[in-house]
Nanobody, 114 residues
Framework: QVQLVESGGGLVQAGGSLRLSCVVS????????MAWYRQAPGKQRELVAS???????NYADSVKGRFTISRDNAKNSVYLQMNSLKPEDTGVYYC????????WGRGTQVTVSS
């Protein structure tokens, strides 16, 4: 059974930083893309950032220049460094990986106070 466990969320003031981590465990074949999504209250889940197996990255316009996604293939882990956080970054952040199927973590709450 594949499990994705996120950590690193919390409460931070605007302008602050957080680093999210996600560890993938279980029987999973050849992880391709790893990604972070978020869902704000009352809004749809949106893609924040993704990184391919080759290291190519993609970011939502709203986080470009502030967030950095990275991965450690040896540890089956993906990270999201979030700087210059804004109140509109508040939400539940989900880790997701694409292999034969798409797998999801349970999410970690990020709250940015103004």
């Amino acid at each position: 059974q594949v499990q994705l466990v996120e950590s690193g969320g919390g409460l931070v003031q605007a302008g602050g930083s957080l680093r999210l981590s996600c560890v993938v465990s279980g029987s999973i074949f050849s992880i391709n893309v790893m990604a972070w999504y978020r869902q704000a209250p009352g809004k749809q889940r949106e893609l924040v950032a993704s990184i391919s197996g080759g290291g190519s990255t993609n970011y939502a316009d709203s986080v470009k220049g502030r967030f950095t996604i990275s991965r450690d293939n040896a540890k089956n882990s993906v990270y999201l460094q979030m700087n210059s956080l804004k109140p509109e970054d508040t939400g539940v952040y989900y880790c997701s990986v694409f292999s034969r199927y798409q797998y999801w973590g349970r999410g970690t709450q990020v709250t940015v106070s103004s």
